[in-house]
């Protein structure tokens, strides 16, 4: 059974950059053809894909986002990070991190963490 669990500071401020990490358990983020990503709910909106990696630690991003973000992994501790600079209140969120098989994006998400409340404060 894959787990993944967000971790980070639940408040940031305006023009900060926020940064979270998932760390995987039950499985490897270097087994073939996963993909590595994060996903966040801005209130009283649809779930929006963000980016991601994957097992050979390429990465995508959303392209109005792509500017502002990078995620990168730490192999040893079965980890990736995502970095969002430049944040503005429109970033409050709550984050996910997910595992899917396939390709990058919302569509074939069979893990997701429990996600984590970030908000932006100006």
């Known amino acids: 059974q894959v787990q993944l669990q967000e971790s980070g500071p639940g408040l940031v401020l305006s023009s900060q950059t926020l940064s979270l990490t998932c760390t995987v358990s039950?499985?490897?983020?270097?087994?073939?053809?996963?993909?590595w990503s994060w996903i966040r709910q801005p209130p009283g909106k649809e779930l929006e894909w963000i980016g991601c990696?994957?097992?050979?630690?390429?990465?995508y991003f959303r392209p109005s986002l792509k500017s502002r973000t990078s995620i990168f992994r730490d192999t040893g501790k079965n980890q990736f990070t995502l970095q969002l600079s430049s944040v503005t209140p429109e970033d409050t969120a709550v984050y996910y991190c997910?595992?899917?098989?396939?390709?990058?994006?919302?569509?074939?998400?069979?893990?997701r963490g429990q996600g984590t409340q970030v908000t932006v404060s100006s």
């Open positions: 997910a595992r899917s098989t396939g390709s990058c994006g919302l569509e074939g998400v069979d893990y």
């Open positions: 990696t994957d097992y050979r630690g390429t990465t």
């Open positions: 039950g499985g490897s983020i270097l087994t073939t053809y996963y993909f």
